[in-house]
């Protein structure tokens, strides 16, 4: 069955950029008519969406978040990664990604945003 | 954006009673709404979608009903492995998808 990793480093400085990357096994990211969603959960607060890369490398955004955030895709890696610049300390959270609305997801990285 | 608000907050339950969350959406998402538990340190697991088909391998005891702006999500008889909080979603105006803020199932 799919099976998703997040990685990435767990500590970023504010300003900086937080990089993170999803892999992906069992299936393929560029087909299947699947979306590959980032979502994030701050501290002891509730789940938000943060954006997806289609199959077709198509992309959208949180419009609360869409002047930070880059998703892109490795396809011959089968991963697809997720940039937030000018992170400050409320970006603080477990990072998912997830198939889709949730129907898989990866067991989460927490990044803390910190000097 | 859809907005969806789930109450109560805190649910105190008997072990082997019963639960009842609720959930409701800003405007109407059809039968496009999904459950999740999440227990501590984990990731969400999906239970529920399209409002009431259960997910694989999630037990009976677990139930969905509801469709347009009310959704409800039953517990039958509380198990140990029930304790969690659960979150709802619509995905029926996505993206965005957009979660309720949780309603957490505690021990009575």
């Known amino acids: 069955q799919v099976q998703l990793q997040e990685s990435g480093p767990g500590l970023v400085k504010p300003s900086q950029t937080l990089s993170l990357t999803c892999t992906v096994s069992?299936?393929?990211?560029?087909?299947?008519?699947?979306?590959w969603s980032w979502i994030r959960q701050p501290p002891g607060k509730g789940l938000e969406w943060i954006g997806y890369?289609?199959?077709?490398?198509?992309?959208f955004y949180n419009p609360s978040l869409r002047s930070r955030v880059t998703i892109s895709r490795d396809t011959s890696k089968n991963q697809f990664s997720l940039r937030l610049s000018s992170v400050t300390a409320a970006d603080t959270a477990v990072y998912y990604c997830?198939?889709?609305?949730?129907?898989?997801w990866g067991q989460g990285t927490t990044v803390t945003v910190s000097s | 954006e859809i907005v969806m608000t789930q109450s109560p907050a805190t649910l105190s339950v008997s072990p082997g009673g019963r639960a009842t969350l609720s959930c409701r959406a800003s405007?109407?998402?059809?039968?496009?709404l999904a459950w999740y538990q999440q227990k501590a340190g984990q990731a969400p697991r999906l239970l529920i979608y399209?409002?009431?088909t259960r997910a694989t391998g999630i037990p009976a005891r677990f139930s969905g009903s509801g469709s347009g702006t009310e959704f409800t999500l039953t517990i039958s008889s509380l198990q140990s492995e029930d304790f969690a909080v659960y979150y709802c979603?619509?995905?029926?105006?996505?993206?965005?998808?957009?979660f309720g803020g949780g309603t957490k199932v505690e021990i009575k």
């Open positions: 997830a198939r889709n609305v949730g129907d898989v």
């Open positions: 069992g299936g393929s990211i560029s087909s299947g008519d699947h979306y």
């Open positions: 890369i289609s199959y077709s490398g198509s992309t």
């Open positions: 405007q109407n998402v059809r039968n496009n």
């Open positions: 399209g409002a009431s």
């Open positions: 979603q619509q995905y029926d105006n996505w993206p965005p998808l957009t």
